[in-house]
């Protein structure tokens, strides 16, 4: 079942494109951020993000 926190987490990611900063934004760890973002994309079935060296690429 979708969460809204993980999609409050998954748009703040989107506009940052950076998960340490995001996660920082959002007041959690990175380790949290990086859960939250692999729950969501497993319910959905779909990768979101391509992990870009420091950053991140919507998919």
């Known amino acids: 079942m979708l969460k809204h926190r993980d999609l409050e987490y998954f748009v703040t ?13 959002l007041n959690i760890t990175q380790p949290a951020l990086s859960k939250s973002i692999t729950r969501l994309e497993k319910e959905l079935n779909i990768k979101l993000f391509k992990r870009a060296g420091r950053g991140l690429e919507l998919t």
């Open 13 to 25: 990611a989107a506009e940052i494109m950076n998960l340490r900063l995001a996660s920082q934004n």
